[in-house]
Structure formats: structure tokens, C-alpha cells
């Protein structure tokens, strides 16, 4: 695979309806997932279940990109393989998480995401270590009087910021403005909280002279806050969407691969494939999943070796599932196989 450019890195992930295996959650996030099966989030422990996601067969063909964290890239699988070398030999990228978390900003529980401070050598050994493209998450919240300008603000700068100088350092930026579905808020307000953050984004990647062509977005899809009384439903929410992107995102932009944000496997399927139908974009529609990928791998799973092939079944029947939605051929009747 010879890639020189960043619009040939982006283009590749995103190629013939891939998508990305998001595997980048920090060691705490991954505790609250074990947690969650019974077992419990040792390195060794993380390391076999990474190894054994990256060995599923349905990596390869559904899957162009994985993002890491940053203990994993460094990992080795049980037979000294890099888990690196296990990625690129199904075909797909290696990306890296490069952001530090998130601090609080103002007093109604906004906050901001660093990690600016010390990038450029952090990414510098990430290039050395095979990475391809990176990831970073701002975190939108709606509620009583969020998001506040200065919140979409400030982390949309962040993101334009670390954009730019990961692509100095020749990787993609994947960037994620992520507007949470925590609250009872309407489509409606998800929709104006989706709409500002894009359009702030997008003003401060033209400021900062960032390459749209390499770069990929990582957005939220236009839902019902999780709490709300009226769910918005497939077609709603695939229009609204649509409606939010078409507005706000230059048609050169190679790539958007939808985070799945506590959406049910299934329903995030669902909806980019409902939006892949209807169609009217120049991007590739795809996904960037992390729990609508894991979830039923990790419940077949459970810490035990003899579940292995069934959890890497699950993987890869999500994996081909979202491939054919990012191509518009998904069919509910696909899921009862
Ligand atoms: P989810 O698909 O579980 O939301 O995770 C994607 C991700 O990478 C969030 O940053």
C-alpha cells in the first residue's frame, strides 16, 4: 500500500463503503466496558481483546482505518507481533488519539479539550511508530443555556489548531466535534447545537489554511437528546442530518465517518444507511463506530479464550453490516441471519 499524500490517506479509508473500528478508548473508559462483561482492564487483558478485535476476518474489505489509544499502538499481540502490523496486514490504517481529555471551561459544566501542549513531539514519534491519521474529540453539551458561544468556540479553535499541525506532521486529521445525546432536548435543538459547532469548525480550519481535502470528519448524527419523550425516527433523523452537513461541510471533504454515541448497533446502521439511500453528497457517508462496533463483540466475549470466534463473528458481521450501509445496500433482514 503506497500512500503519499494526505487526500490519498483519507480517500483509502473511506474507499469501496469502509469504515473505521474506533478502539481508542482511554484505559478508564475501557474499565467501565469491562466492567460491564466481568473482567477486569489489566494491560495484558486490554491487549487480548484489541488482539483479538484486529484478528477478526471481517476487518478486511469493511474496515480502512482503526484508531488507538496510545498504550495500544505501542502493544504487541501474544505471538510478538506488533498490534500495528496486525492492522496493516487486514488492509486498514493506523490512527492515533492524540487529544488529552477534557477540562472545564465556564460555570455550567462546559468543557474544552486539550492537549495542544507538547503535540508536535508526541506526534513526531506517532509518525515513526506507523500512524497515518489521528483523532481528536470536542465535547458539545446541550442543556439550560448550552451550548454557550464561547464553549463551540474555544474547542473548535483546539480543533483547527491540532488539525493543522498534524498535517505539518504529514497525518490526517480526523476531527470530532462531538454534540453529546445525553438530556431530554429535541431533534430540533441537536440540530441547531450540530449546525453552530459546524460552521465554527469549518471558519476556523479555512483560518487556519488546514488541507479539507485531508481531512476527515468525525461528526454526531441529528438525533432526539436520549431522554426525550419523542424519539425522532430512521428517516427524521437521516434527513436532519443530511440537511446539518449539506449546510456546513465543503463537498471536498473526502470523508465523514460517523461516531455512534450511544446508539443501538443496529439503530446506528440503520440511519447511515437511510442517509447513503437518499443520497445528494459528494463526501463518502461512513462510519467511525466504537460501541455500535463492540458491543456484541464484547458481550460474546467475556474474558474467555474459547469465546474468541464468536466474538470475532460478532466484529466482523457489524463490520460488513456498516459497509453495506455506507454503500446503501443494508437490509433489517440482513441482521436476522
Ligand atoms: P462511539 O461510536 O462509541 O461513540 O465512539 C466513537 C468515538 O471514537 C468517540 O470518540
New binding site residues.
Given amino acids: 500500500m503506497s500512500l503519499n499524500t494526505l487526500e490519498e490517506i483519507a480517500t483509502y479509508i473511506v474507499s469501496n463503503g469502509k469504515g473505521i473500528l ?1 478502539a ?1 478508548e482511554s484505559n478508564p473508559t475501557c474499565g467501565k466496558r469491562f466492567d460491564s462483561i466481568g473482567v477486569e482492564s489489566t494491560e495484558d487483558n486490554r491487549r487480548d481483546y484489541r488482539e483479538m478485535l484486529f484478528r477478526s476476518s471481517g476487518m478486511k474489505d469493511n474496515i480502512g482505518g482503526v ?1 488507538l489509544f496510545d498504550e495500544t499502538i505501542r502493544q504487541v499481540a501474544k505471538d510478538g507481533t506488533p498490534l500495528v502490523d496486525l492492522i496493516t496486514n487486514q488492509g486498514a490504517l493506523p490512527g492515533i488519539k492524540v487529544d488529552k481529555g477534557l477540562q472545564p471551561i465556564g460555570d455550567l459544566g462546559e468543557t474544552v479539550t486539550v492537549g495542544l501542549d507538547g503535540l508536535d513531539e508526541r506526534l513526531k514519534e506517532y509518525v515513526s511508530m506507523g500512524a497515518k491519521f489521528t ?1 481528536w ?1 470536542a465535547v458539545i453539551k446541550i442543556g439550560d443555556g448550552m451550548p454557550t458561544d464561547e464553549c463551540i468556540d474555544a474547542n473548535m479553535k483546539a480543533l483547527a489548531d491540532y488539525a493543522k499541525l498534524v498535517q505539518d506532521n504529514g497525518m490526517v486529521p480526523m476531527v ?1 466535534p ?1 454534540v453529546l445525546m445525553d438530556g431530554n432536548h429535541s431533534i430540533d435543538d441537536c440540530y441547531k447545537a450540530s449546525d453552530k459547532s459546524l460552521k465554527s469548525l469549518f471558519d476556523h480550519l479555512k483560518n487556519n489554511g488546514v488541507n479539507i481535502k485531508g481531512t476527515i470528519l ?1 461528526p454526531n448524527m441529528v438525533t432526539s437528546g436520549s431522554d426525550c419523550s419523542s424519539q425522532a425516527g430512521i428517516d427524521e433523523v437521516a434527513r436532519k442530518t443530511l440537511d446539518c452537513l449539506l449546510a456546513n461541510v465543503p463537498a471536498e471533504l473526502p470523508g465523514i465517518t460517523f ?4 446508539q443501538s448497533d443496529i439503530l446506528a446502521t440503520a440511519h447511515l444507511d437511510a442517509m447513503n439511500k437518499i443520497g445528494g453528497f459528494q463526501w463518502k457517508l461512513s462510519f ?5 462496533l463492540q458491543a456484541a463483540a464484547l458481550k460474546a466475549w467475556m474474558g474467555k479464550s474459547e469465546n474468541i470466534f464468536i466474538s470475532q463473528d460478532a466484529l466482523s458481521h457489524r463490520a460488513k453490516m456498516n459497509k453495506l450501509a455506507s454503500l446503501g445496500q443494508w437490509d433489517q433482514e440482513l441482521e436476522d441471519v
Fill in positions: 474506533a481508542d484508531i483523532k474529540r470530532e462531538e468525525k461516531l455512534s454515541g450511544g467511525s463506530y466504537g460501541r455500535a
